[in-house]
């Protein structure tokens, strides 16, 4: 099967009418779209077709989609595109917390949906493309090129997400960044954000390559600006 210029998509929405659509309309925009109904044909599909990019809803028969991005976050890299009707910031942080790294909330329109996919893929491509660069700080080495991060020489899985905001602070040690500026990093659209879900990310990347996630040396908070990458201990 020769696949479209645009990507290979999957898309996991227990609606049928409601995946349909999107299915139509990710083709036309020259996507490569295949629909699932349930969350363990999701799984099971990114598992053996690794897609460039799965949209996937929260609720769902079998396994609910936070569950599916749990699951897929401790073995894939895949970009998860989360569609929910619960809009509420609590809900946007689950969702990100669990691996996802773009949250969409229902109703949407088709439009905006292939604008979030776009800026996904974009991202995804570029990080395939870059060069064999390492950043190293202190004992914590980035691989953009291979997308690899490793602690202590302990490999570390990091969402797509989190290596986004990593690789940021990696390029510019000790430089201080706000929650707006890591934002832009990890969102390709205009978008009704909130600067919480840099926190979150951040939460997240320390338990996986500080020391002692509970006192911080390597991803430090700038009280009042927001976080630095520093050497940490020697």
Same mark, same amino acid.
């Given at each position: 099967?020769?696949?479209?210029?645009?990507?290979?998509?999957?898309?996991?929405?227990? /609606?049928?009418?409601?995946?349909?659509?999107?299915?139509?309309?990710?083709?036309?925009?020259?996507?490569?779209?295949?629909?699932?109904?349930?969350?363990?044909?999701?799984?099971?599909?990114?598992?053996?077709?690794?897609?460039?990019?799965?949209?996937? /809803?929260?609720?769902?028969?079998?396994?609910?989609?936070?569950?599916?991005?749990?699951?897929?976050?401790?073995?894939?890299?895949?970009?998860?595109?989360?569609?929910?009707?619960?809009?509420?910031?609590?809900?946007?942080?689950?969702?990100?917390?669990?691996?996802?790294?773009?949250?969409?909330?229902?109703?949407?329109?088709?439009?905006?949906?292939?604008?979030?996919?776009?800026?996904?893929?974009?991202?995804?491509?570029?990080?395939?493309?870059? /060069?064999?660069?390492?950043?190293?700080?202190?004992?914590?080495?980035?691989?953009?090129?291979?997308?690899?991060?490793?602690?202590?020489?302990?490999?570390?899985?990091?969402?797509?997400?989190?290596?986004?905001?990593?690789?940021?602070?990696?390029?510019?040690?000790?430089?201080?960044?706000?929650?707006?500026?890591?934002?832009?990093?990890?969102?390709?659209?205009?978008?009704?954000?909130?600067?919480?879900?840099?926190?979150?990310?951040?939460?997240?990347?320390?338990?996986?390559?500080?020391?002692?996630?509970?006192?911080?040396?390597?991803?430090?908070?700038?009280?009042?600006?927001?976080?630095?990458?520093?050497?940490?201990?020697?």
């Amino acid at each position: 099967m020769v696949l479209a210029v645009g990507g290979y998509l999957l898309v996991a929405e227990d /609606d049928k009418g409601q995946a349909e659509v999107l299915r139509r309309y990710l083709t036309a925009e020259g996507y490569d779209t295949v629909v699932v109904h349930d969350g363990l044909a999701a799984l099971d599909h990114v598992r053996r077709r690794s897609p460039d990019l799965l949209v996937l /809803d929260v609720m769902m028969p079998g396994l609910d989609g936070l569950t599916v991005a749990r699951i897929l976050r401790a073995e894939s890299a895949v970009p998860i595109l989360m569609l929910t009707a619960r809009a509420g910031e609590d809900d946007l942080l689950a969702g990100l917390d669990g691996g996802a790294d773009d949250y969409l909330t229902k109703p949407y329109s088709p439009r905006e949906l292939t604008a979030r996919a776009r800026a996904l893929l974009r991202r995804s491509n570029a990080r395939a493309r870059a /060069d064999e660069t390492v950043l190293t700080v202190g004992k914590l080495v980035v691989d953009i090129g291979r997308h690899q991060v490793h602690a202590d020489g302990e490999p570390v899985q990091c969402t797509p997400g989190e290596f986004a905001i990593l690789a940021a602070l990696a390029e510019q040690p000790e430089r201080v960044f706000t929650r707006a500026q890591l934002l832009e990093y990890t969102n390709g659209v205009e978008r009704d954000s909130v600067e919480r879900t840099i926190d979150v990310h951040v939460l997240n990347l320390r338990r996986k390559i500080e020391p002692n996630p509970k006192r911080p040396v390597r991803l430090v908070t700038v009280y009042g600006i927001g976080y630095k990458l520093t050497a940490g201990p020697a």
